[in-house]
C-alpha cells in the first residue's frame, strides 16, 4: 500500500524558515516524479513545484521561486521542501503527491502557518 | 496554462444532474498521442483529493459510472450524472499537459 507521510510544519514568524520532509513508502519512489502542492484554509489546491524522478529537473511556481527549493533522496525515499523567506499568505496545508502522469497519490498534508 | 472552472458553485436536487466546466487558457491535447492531459479530482471536507478522471474521460478505478468526463483541448465538462448524497464535495480540474501543474478554482456542489 502507497504511503505518503509529511512532516516538518509548524508556525513561524515571517521570514522565517521551514523544512518539509515527505516519506514515501509502498511504491519504488525513484520512477516517480513529486510535486508539493498548498492548499490555504477555505481555498483551492495551488501546485507549488516539481522534481523528475531522478531529481536532475526541478520547476517552480513565480509565487515561491527563489524562496523554496525542492529536492529528493531517493536512497532514503524521501521528498523535501526548503520555504525559506515565509510570508503570511504562504500559510497552508502543503501535500506531497507523486505522479506519472496526473496525481497519483497524496500525502495527509502538513500545515505550515506563518504568523507573528 | 490557465484553468478556469465554471460555475464557482452548484445546488442540485438529489438525482438530478449536475454539470461542471473546465476552459483551458491553450491547448492540453498532446497530438502525438491524442490524448488530453487533464483530470478531475473530488475533495471532501477534511479529506485529501481523490482522483476521479484522467485523460479527460477515463474513469479511475472504484468511481461510480455516474461521473463522466468529456471535452477535448480547451474544454472539458464532468458530470455527475444522478447526484448522490455522499458526492457533496469541492471538484477540481488540473491539467498535467506542462509539467508545471495547474488546477481550476473549484467548483462546490451541494443539494438543492
Known amino acids: 500500500e502507497v504511503h505518503l507521510v509529511e512532516s516538518g510544519g509548524g508556525v513561524v514568524q515571517p521570514g522565517g524558515s521551514l523544512r518539509l520532509s515527505c516519506a514515501a513508502s509502498?511504491?519504488?519512489?525513484?520512477?516517480?516524479?513529486m510535486h508539493w502542492v498548498r492548499q490555504a484554509p477555505g481555498k483551492g489546491l495551488v501546485w507549488v513545484s516539481r522534481i523528475k524522478s531522478d531529481g536532475s529537473s526541478t520547476s517552480y511556481a513565480d509565487f515561491v521561486k527563489g524562496r523554496f527549493t525542492i529536492s529528493r533522496d531517493n536512497a532514503k525515499n524521501t521528498l523535501y521542501l526548503q520555504m525559506n523567506s515565509l510570508r503570511g499568505e504562504d500559510t497552508a496545508v502543503y501535500y506531497c503527491v507523486s505522479a506519472s502522469y496526473h496525481a497519483d497519490y497524496w500525502g495527509q498534508g502538513t500545515l505550515v502557518t506563518v504568523s507573528s | 496554462i490557465v484553468l478556469t472552472q465554471s460555475p464557482d458553485s452548484l445546488a442540485v436536487s438529489l438525482g438530478e444532474r449536475a454539470t461542471i466546466n473546465c476552459k483551458s487558457s491553450q491547448s492540453v491535447l498532446y497530438s502525438s498521442n491524442n490524448k488530453n492531459y487533464l483530470a478531475w479530482y473530488q475533495q471532501k471536507p477534511g479529506q485529501t483529493p481523490r482522483l476521479l478522471m484522467y485523460?479527460?474521460?477515463t474513469r479511475e478505478s472504484g468511481v461510480p459510472d455516474r461521473f463522466s468526463g468529456s471535452g477535448s483541448a480547451t474544454d472539458f465538462t464532468l458530470t455527475i450524472s444522478s447526484l448522490q448524497a455522499e458526492d457533496v464535495a469541492v471538484y477540481y480540474c488540473q491539467q498535467y499537459y506542462d509539467s508545471t501543474w495547474a488546477f481550476g478554482q473549484g467548483t462546490k456542489v451541494e443539494i438543492k
Open positions: 485523460w479527460a474521460s
Open positions: 509502498g511504491f519504488t519512489f525513484s520512477n516517480y516524479w
